[in-house]
C-alpha cells in the first residue's frame, strides 16, 4: 500500500471521523457563550485531553470518555474495563494523577449490567482510582456508557504547548495484543497493577521535572490522528517518518496506525531534552522513538522512504477545532 493509500485510509476511518465531528460540536458551543468558547475560564483551551482548572494547588483536572453502543453491547467487560483505563491515561497524558471516578450506564436490566460494571471495577483496583458515584439506567431499550474523572497536577503537559523544531516522540507498551476484531491493543489486562501505576507515573514526573510540556494520549484516532489534535491545538505541522514508528513485528502498519493502545503517548520534546525522555520509558521496558519533527508548515506530511503524502493541511482544512478558535 502506497503512503497516499494509506492515508486515504486513514481520512476514511471510523477513529478520524469520529474526531472531525469535534469540530462541530465547539463551534456550536462556542456560538452560545459570550466571548466564545475561551470564555470557559480553564487553564487550556478546548481540545486537550482534559480540562484544567488553576487554583492555589495547581491544577484540578476533569474530563469524560463514552463507550461507542456496539463495543459495549459485544464486549462488556472491557467496555467497562476500558472506561476507566482510558479516563486514567487522559489524566496523566495531562501531566497529572487521577482522584477518582464516576460513571452514566443504561442498561436492558440489572443482568446486562454485571459484566459492565465487573469491568470497571478491575480497572479500578488495577490502577487504585476508585469508583465514588454515578448514574444508572437499568430499564434503557440500549447499553450505553460514559465514565467521567476528576484528577489533580502540579505542572501541566498540554497540547497546545509544541513548538517549531520539537521532536515528536511516540510511547507506547508493546506488550499487549488485539482484542479481536477491535482496534485496542491490550497490554494492560492480566498485567502486574503496580507496573501499570509506576508506568504511567513518568508522564507527570516528565512534566514536573521540565523535560517535557507537550503531550496527548493515542486515541480511537490512532497516532496519526493523535498527532494531528496535538499539532492543530499547536499551530503547527510536522513531518512524520512511518517507519520510525514503534510497531509489534507481526502487525502490518495499515492495522497499526488505526490502532487505541492502552499505554500510548504522543509527546512533543526540545530537541535537547530527547534523549533524557527516551531514556525514561526505556528504563521501564516501554517502547519510545522519535518519529518525526515538529515545524511552522501548518501541514502534516507522512513518508516510508522517498514515498510521501500530506495527510493534513491545517490552513485549509481544520481537524477538530474551527477556524479562528485556536489560541494563537
Partial sequence: MSVAELVASLRESRGFRHKTDIAGVVSSLARQLPGGAGALGQAVALGDDCAALADSDGYLLFAIEGMVSDFVQAMPWFAGYSSVMVNVSDIYAMGGRPLAVVDALWSEG???????????AAASLAYGVPIVGGHTNARSDRAQ???????????LLSSFNARPGDRLLMAVDLRGQFEEPYPFWNASVGAPAARLRDDL??????????????????????????????????????????DALP?????P????????????????????????????????????????????????????????AVLWDFSGEPFIIPTGQVPR
Avoid: N, Y
Fill in 253 to 308: 502498519l495499515a492495522r497499526w496506525l488505526t490502532a487505541f493502545p492502552s499505554f500510548g503517548f504522543l509527546l512533543a520534546v526540545r530537541e535537547e531534552q530527547v534523549d533524557a525522555v527516551l531514556a525514561q520509558f526505556d528504563a521501564r521496558s516501554l517502547a519510545c522513538a522519535e518519529i518525526g519533527t515538529v515545524d511552522t508548515s501548518r501541514q502534516v506530511v507522512v513518508r516510508r522512504g522517498d514515498d510521501t
Fill in 201 to 242: 507515573e513518568l508522564l507527570p514526573r516528565l512534566a514536573e521535572s521540565g523535560l517535557c510540556d507537550a503531550a496527548k494520549d493515542i486515541s480511537m484516532a490512532g497516532a496519526l490522528g493523535t498527532a494531528l489534535m496535538l499539532l492543530e491545538c499547536s499551530r503547527v505541522g510536522a513531518r512524520i517518518d512511518l
Fill in 145 to 155: 456508557l460514559a465514565v467521567s474523572i476528576v484528577g489533580r497536577a502540579t505542572a
Fill in 110 to 120: 440489572i443482568e446486562a449490567a454485571h459484566e459492565v460494571l465487573a469491568g470497571m
Fill in 247 to 251: 510497531k509489534p513485528a507481526s502487525v
